[in-house]
């Protein structure tokens, strides 16, 4: 019974602890589906795993609103303390790491350029500033402090622009959709000959992307211009 950790979940100063395996746990809490059953190395909710105590029902009931040990095991992985290795904390802060550069170079630009900064020079950033990751926080608890440390490395500005975007009859269909899930149409106004004319609002450091996913849509054949 060697090859488990522990997943401790406290409520109203009650404790609980579930018991799984360390890998597929990890994984689960990356964000890759697993199988709960997989996962739990037994069934069994304890207040303390080493000394095989469980709590009474009603304390379940209590904390979970439920007396499902699948269910409640689910919440515990979810929300509780994952004990991590050496090993796995580093893999789990780097994985939160590119979460993180990741949401910078969509989000914020170069004021100077009004172009994203690359991955590459973000990463740098971060080292270079020695910012600290939790990797039990989430991406939008940190990236605030985490901006305002890396600003003394290099500048960094959320900011959104407005583009007007046309893309002819035989394109403007698939583009549409495209146009409505990377950002926000003010307007559009389809046109008599099939075309489409609209405004979309985008993060700033989306517009590469954008300009590439019409491209491929369009050949090369949609007009975007910077109107804001």
């Known amino acids: 019974m060697a090859d488990y950790t522990l997943v401790r979940y406290s409520f109203e100063g009650e404790k609980f602890e579930i018991m799984v395996k360390p890998d597929p746990a990890l994984d689960y809490r990356l964000g890759k589906k697993k199988d709960i059953a997989s996962i739990l190395v037994s069934d069994e909710i304890y207040t303390d795993a080493s000394k095989g105590t469980r709590p009474a029902a009603e304390k379940l009931l209590h904390a979970f609103k439920t007396e499902d040990q699948a269910e409640i095991a689910e919440i515990i992985l979810k929300k509780g303390d994952l ?12 994985e939160k790491k590119k979460q993180i550069v990741t949401f910078i170079a969509k989000t914020y630009v170069d004021p100077r350029t009004h172009l ?3 991955p590459v020079r973000i990463e740098q950033a971060m080292k270079d500033a020695r910012v600290s990751i939790d990797p039990h926080k989430t991406v939008d608890e940190q ?13 960094l500005k959320s900011e959104n622009l407005k583009l007007e975007i046309i893309v002819p009859a035989q ?6 959709a495209v146009l409505k899930s990377v950002g926000s149409l003010s ?7 099939g075309s489409l004319k609209a ?6 450091a989306a517009r590469p992307n954008v300009i ?7 050949k090369g054949s949609a007009s975007v211009e910077v109107v804001q």
């Not at 990236?143 to 500048?155: G, M, P, T, Y």
Request: glycine share 2%; hydrophobic share 35%.
């Open 212 to 218: 590439d996913r019409l491209g491929s849509i369009t």
């Open 171 to 176: 394109y403007a269909s698939q583009s549409y």
């Open 116 to 118: 994203p900064h690359p």
């Open 187 to 193: 307007s559009e106004e389809w046109q008599n000959n």
């Open 199 to 204: 405004i979309l609002e985008i993060p700033a």
């Open 143 to 155: 990236v605030k402090d985490l901006v305002e440390q890396l600003r003394s490395i290099i500048a």
């Open 83 to 94: 004990n991590l290795t050496t090993d796995q904390r580093r893999k789990m802060i780097e």
